[in-house]
């Protein structure tokens, strides 16, 4: 029987912060109680986080694991071996385990790469949470990853082969796309039918949508059509930025999650003119901030996701730091904590099991130097990783 008694300073539970000092009991991977106080009972070996919180290992809901952060890497990905793809993946994997996330939703993989390789994991990694490659139009937004489709039947067809490959979630290019030129950040990909029909045929086969919107007309389409989610929410139109009450009534009355993918490497410096490009398509550091700032203040369920992957300023294992700049829009750090453990591990379909520090869950944990409910740079000093109760290496 495989057992450990760890004691910190405080506890996040998911939710709250637990003042301590706290023990959590961890037995045969999960974990088993959560008491206040030093008491250990004989029979459990201790480890010791003086000064730490602990908190449930953190979720990425938003990354690209076939994209290895180098510049472009989306557009490279039909030419790679299987094995390539492979290799690329579990490389970024470890970058997150090492940076404390050990689950992370995959919203776009070359062709159902991450799911054929998520069929054949081994232990030791991340949990997996997938949707293949994103459904788009043909000559659309990331359309080189082999997910076109167009018409209704098609579209149908589309979800029901990714049911088919083990998806568990169904991402849909909503929108253009700054990364891929030639696309429109300003208008619907698709028509209301298409979008409709989309959502319907993954809502019959179980699987929830998301949509990759950064046009306010794609985020009203998919919010319409019944999606659950909306990647970006960027709410862009040719005058600018626009979230209006009527919108975040429609989002936070339907339960629809959000995940803004704010977060970039501070240590990159971006070409002046893909600042320039980001710019002409209204995405601007100041926007994107505004919009979070708008959809906290108006109840809508956020969570945390990085797009990391797709260049240099998106490396993987990027969540810690890009926290910082949730808390930057006026998140209290409780709500950021929440966003990236119990709010994400809901809108990934896994709350009965991740995203919580409670008995029955599984014991994937990460204890950071500090306190980050008061200090959201805690995260980035990690003390140490578990995956269900088994500490790992860094990478």
């Avoid at 495989?2 to 023990?23: I, K, N, T």
């Avoid at 054949?120 to 997938?130: F, N, S």
């Avoid at 979070?292 to 490396?315: E, Q, S």
Wanted: overall charge negative; proline content about 7%.
């Amino acid at each position: 029987m495989d057992r450990v008694a760890l004691r910190a300073a405080r506890v996040f539970d998911g939710e709250r912060v637990l003042d301590g000092p706290v023990v959590v009991f961890v037995e045969d991977g999960r974990v088993l109680g959560v008491e206040r106080g030093t008491a250990v009972p004989d029979g459990w070996p201790t480890r010791d986080l003086p000064g730490g919180t602990l908190l449930p290992g953190l979720i990425d809901a938003h990354v690209h694991l076939c994209a290895d952060g180098t510049p472009g890497p989306l557009d490279r990905l039909a030419g790679h071996s299987a094995e390539r793809l492979d290799a690329t993946i579990e490389a970024s994997l470890r970058a997150h385990l090492a940076a404390g996330v050990t689950t992370v939703r995959d919203l776009g993989d070359q062709d159902g790469a991450v799911l054929s390789w998520s069929s054949r994991a081994t232990a030791g990694l991340p949990t997996v949470l997938g949707s293949g490659a994103p459904i788009t139009t043909p000559g659309g937004h990331c359309r080189t990853m082999g997910g076109a489709a167009r018409g209704v039947a098609e579209l149908r067809a589309a979800v029901r082969r990714r049911a088919g490959q083990g998806a568990h979630v169904v991402k849909i290019m909503g929108s253009g796309g700054v990364m891929t030129p030639g696309t429109d950040t300003m208008r619907p990909q698709f028509t209301d039918e298409e979008m409709r029909a989309a959502v319907a045929e993954a809502h019959a086969a179980g699987l929830p949508v998301t949509v990759h919107a950064h046009a306010l007309a794609a985020v009203r389409q998919a919010v319409d059509a019944g999606a659950d989610g909306i990647e970006h929410c960027t709410c862009l139109t040719p005058s600018g930025v626009r979230v209006d009450d009527d919108l975040l009534g429609a989002l936070a009355g339907a339960g629809v999650v959000v995940c803004p993918t704010l977060g970039s490497d501070p240590g990159f410096t971006v070409p002046p003119e893909i600042v320039a490009m980001a710019a002409r398509a209204g995405l601007t550091q100041e926007a994107l901030n505004e919009v979070v700032a708008r959809l906290h203040a108006g109840g809508v369920r956020l969570v945390a996701g990085t797009d990391a992957g797709i260049g240099p300023p998106k490396p993987h294992g990027l969540l810690p730091v890009a926290l910082r700049e949730y808390a930057g829009c006026g998140m209290p750090a409780t709500d950021v904590l929440a966003a990236a453990t119990s709010a994400a591990a809901a809108a990934c379909g896994v709350a009965d099991r991740k995203g919580f520090v409670r008995p029955g869950h599984d014991a994937d944990l990460l204890a950071v130097d500090g306190d980050p409910a008061t200090d959201i740079t805690a995260l980035a000093r990690p003390l140490a990783v578990y995956l269900a109760g088994t500490p790992v290496a860094a990478a």
